[in-house]
């Protein structure tokens, strides 16, 4: 069978198949979907918990995510726990509370700050190189000894000046890595970060 042969009876069965599926909207899925969720409330019966919902201030308050309403037991003797626990709130100092947290514009120009200097940098680092490339040509075509030591003077300010640069964009790409980390940990959407 040639390749084409191939392609037309994949077509053809690709539209009779196409045929026989049947799309379901949208609305009948969320009508099934409420009514499903109608039984099991009525299987839970008047006693039923009441429902929790999670927002971002509990998961920053308790630090993970809870799905029972009561404690986790504990290994300790309950004479110990009120003590321990007192201490526990002692020493651990309050989390964010004191400060909200930044909105989407903070973080916006904190990141864009931070890559507008990282792109400065980089394009220092390009013009360094270009010039300790120019300045190595000149350097090999003179002959005079007292102009090549000129150049060679000033391609080494170059090259320091290139590494120090270089280890600038370091710093800065690890300074974006250490905001995407910390964005990640305070659950900030990553298109805060784009």
């Known amino acids: 069978m040639t390749p084409r042969m191939l392609g037309c009876i994949a077509g053809a069965l690709l539209v009779v198949g196409s045929s026989e ?93 931070v890559r507008q200097a990282q792109q400065r940098a980089e394009l220092m680092a390009e013009a360094l190189q270009n010039r300790v490339d120019t300045l190595w040509t000149d350097f090999t075509s003179r002959d005079d000894p007292a102009q090549r030591a000129v150049l060679e003077q000033d391609r080494q300010a170059a090259v320091d000046e290139l590494d120090e640069s270089r280890r600038q964009i370091d710093a800065l790409t690890q300074e974006l890595e250490d905001i995407r980390t910390e964005a990640r940990r305070a659950n900030v959407p990553a298109a805060w970060l784009r």
């Open 21 to 113: 599926v049947t799309a379901q909207s949208l609305a009948e899925l969320a009508r099934q979907e409420k009514s499903r969720r109608a039984e099991l409330t009525e299987k839970a019966g008047p006693g039923a918990e009441e429902k929790k919902v999670y927002t971002n201030a509990d998961l920053r308050s308790s630090g993970r995510l809870t799905t029972g309403s009561a404690p986790a037991p504990s290994s300790r003797p309950p004479a110990e726990t009120p003590a321990a626990e007192a201490s526990a709130e002692a020493a651990t100092p309050p989390a964010e509370a004191a400060t909200p947290p930044p909105d989407e514009d903070a973080w916006r120009s904190r990141i864009s700050a």
